[in-house]
C-alpha cells in the first residue's frame, strides 16, 4: 500500500475504546510575527533588568569602598594627617622634578615603582639646605637624617595608597623594611663614631624635668587632680 499524508485526524481501535490523535497545527505567518516579537520584547526586558542590577551593584561597592576609604581616613588624627600631607607634597615636588610623569593635575600616579621608591628614599636620606644641597658635617659627608624622620615618609606614602585604593606591592614593602633597617644601623653607626649627636631624632626628657612635670600635677586642682596619684608614685621617686 502506497504511504501518503497522515490524514489529519485517525483512530487507532482498540477493544471497545479509540484514542483519536491530531496532528499539530501550524501558526499564520502573523501569528509567528507576533510570537516573535513578544520574544524579542521579553529578551531586552530581562537584558534591561541584568543592567539595572548590575548599576545597582556597582554603586552599592563603590559607596563600601567610600565608606572604608571614610575610617581608614578617621584612624589618622589631624595632626598625622597634616605631616602626612607635607611628606606627599615632597613626594609630588620630587616627581615634577624627576618622574614628571608620574603626576597628573597634581595627583601622583600609583603605583610608583621601584625605580622611584629608591631614588625618592635616597634623595630625603640626607639633610639638605634651603636651596637643595647636601650639608656634609667636616669631613663625614652628608648627614643622614634620622630614621623616625624618614620612616614617617614611608608611613606617608601608604597611607596615599590607602587613599587612593591601591594596595601597597609587597615588593616595594620589603626593599623598604630593608632600607630602613640599614638606615638604623647606620645611625647606630654615627653616633658610636661622634659623626651624629646622641640625642638626633626624639630627644629624652631629663630626670629633672619629669620631677618638675610631677611637682606640677601634685598641685594641680580640678577633674585632672587624681593624675597626681599615678604620676607622682612614678615620677616623683626617680
Not at 618622574?99 to 593635575?105: A, E, R, V
Not at 645611625?187 to 612635670?213: D, H, N, V, W, Y
Amino acid at each position: 500500500m502506497p504511504r501518503g499524508r497522515p490524514n489529519s485526524r485517525r483512530a487507532v481501535s482498540g477493544a471497545n475504546n479509540a484514542v483519536e490523535i491530531a496532528e499539530p497545527s501550524i501558526l499564520p505567518d502573523n501569528a509567528r510575527v507576533e510570537v516573535g516579537s513578544e520574544l524579542q520584547v521579553e529578551a531586552e526586558e530581562a537584558l534591561s533588568a541584568q543592567a539595572e542590577a548590575a548599576l545597582d551593584l556597582e554603586v552599592l561597592q563603590d559607596l563600601n569602598r567610600s565608606r572604608f576609604r571614610n575610617f581608614c581616613d578617621m584612624s589618622l588624627s589631624e595632626g598625622t594627617k597634616r605631616q602626612y600631607g607635607y611628606k606627599i607634597e615632597t613626594l609630588k615636588s620630587f616627581l615634577r622634578s624627576e618622574f614628571p610623569n608620574q603626576i597628573d593635575n597634581n595627583n601622583i600616579i600609583l603605583p610608583l615603582g621601584e625605580n622611584i621608591i629608591t631614588a625618592f628614599f635616597g634623595h630625603i636620606s640626607f639633610r639638605r639646605s634651603r636651596n637643595g644641597e647636601e650639608v656634609n658635617i667636616d669631613d663625614s659627608g652628608p648627614q643622614t637624617l634620622s630614621h623616625q624622620y624618614i620612616s614617617t615618609y614611608r608611613s606617608a606614602i601608604v597611607s596615599e595608597y590607602t587613599r587612593q585604593n591601591c594596595r601597597f606591592p609587597d615588593v616595594e614593602e620589603k626593599i623598604l623594611q630593608k632600607f630602613l633597617k640599614g638606615v638604623r644601623n647606620n645611625i647606630a653607626t654615627q653616633r658610636e663614631s661622634g659623626a651624629m649627636c646622641a640625642t638626633e631624632g626624639k630627644s629624652p626628657i631629663s630626670i629633672a624635668a619629669f620631677r618638675l612635670l610631677a611637682d606640677d600635677l601634685i598641685s594641680m586642682e580640678g577633674p585632672d587632680m587624681n593624675l597626681h596619684i599615678t604620676c607622682h608614685t612614678y615620677i616623683r621617686c626617680l
